[in-house]
Nanobody
């Protein structure tokens, strides 16, 4: 089993930046693909970014491409999401998740964190 704990959310003005972090414990972190998803009130959970086991390959939703960057440190069992040029529509609870395949489908990820709130004011 993998336990995931997100941190780094908060309130920021439009155009600002935040760095989210997800710490993993349990089974070997490097065995898993890692992803970030977000869910805004009244909306379905949506894919944000994913990173391969080695960290060499990444994938982003079109809505965040060029603004967000996913990275991982397998030595520290962490995955991060750098959020730049934030927009009010980025407001959501952000979740990290681990899985076996680097896809943009939430149901393909097995373990989830509790989420961290990101609020972007206009």
């Amino acid at each position: 089993q993998v336990q995931l704990v997100e941190s780094g959310g908060g309130l920021v003005q439009a155009g600002g930046s935040l760095r989210l972090s997800c710490a993993a414990s349990g089974r070997t972190f490097s065995r898993y693909v890692m992803g970030w998803f977000r869910q805004a009130p009244g909306k379905e959970r949506e894919f944000v970014a994913a990173i391969s086991r080695s960290g060499i390959s990444t994938n982003y939703a079109d809505s965040v491409k060029g603004r967000f960057t996913i990275s991982r440190d397998n030595a520290k069992n962490t995955v991060a999401l750098q959020l730049n040029s934030l927009k009010p529509e980025d407001t959501a609870v952000y979740y990290c998740a681990s899985g076996d395949i680097m896809v943009d489908v939430a149901t393909r990820y097995t373990y989830w964190g509790q989420g961290t709130q990101v609020t972007v004011s206009s």
